[in-house]
């Protein structure tokens, strides 16, 4: 398949052509899951700053969770893993999930402020 498009939309093309020939069936499905996750988040995103809406610290955490990228990230470790969907969406491996991309999401905008 030959990408066309803008940068990014090139990038990610070439990307999983690459990847999903080494991914198994179930890492690919999480990827494709958590990278549409990621767009509909900054969509999302985009739609409040627009409406300039104001969010509390909890919301804020809630909203930028998806759209930090920090589970499609999670992709490349679990590459060649056949992990199933009752042990990926398992509530404590979320939490986990969440904990790691709060703390990618909270340096980002750290970096941004100070």
């Known amino acids: 398949m030959l990408a066309t498009g803008s940068l990014p939309s ?5 990307f999983c ?5 080494i991914a198994t ?7 494709v899951e ?3 996750e990621y767009l509909e988040s900054n969509v999302d995103h985009a739609r409040d700053r627009e409406n300039d809406t104001v969010a509390t610290f909890e919301e804020f955490l809630e909203t930028r969770r998806p759209n930090v990228g920090g589970r499609s990230i999670f992709f ?12 990926y969406y398992h509530p404590v491996i979320r939490e986990m999930q ?3 991309i709060d703390l990618i999401g909270l340096d980002n905008v750290s970096r941004i402020l100070f």
């Open 10 to 14: 090139i990038f990610i093309c070439r």
């Open 17 to 21: 052509e690459r990847a999903f020939k």
């Open 25 to 31: 069936p179930s890492a690919a499905r999480h990827f």
């Open 34 to 36: 958590s990278f549409t």
């Open 76 to 87: 490349l470790g679990e590459l060649g893993l056949n992990i199933s969907d009752e042990a």
């Open 98 to 100: 969440n904990y790691a």
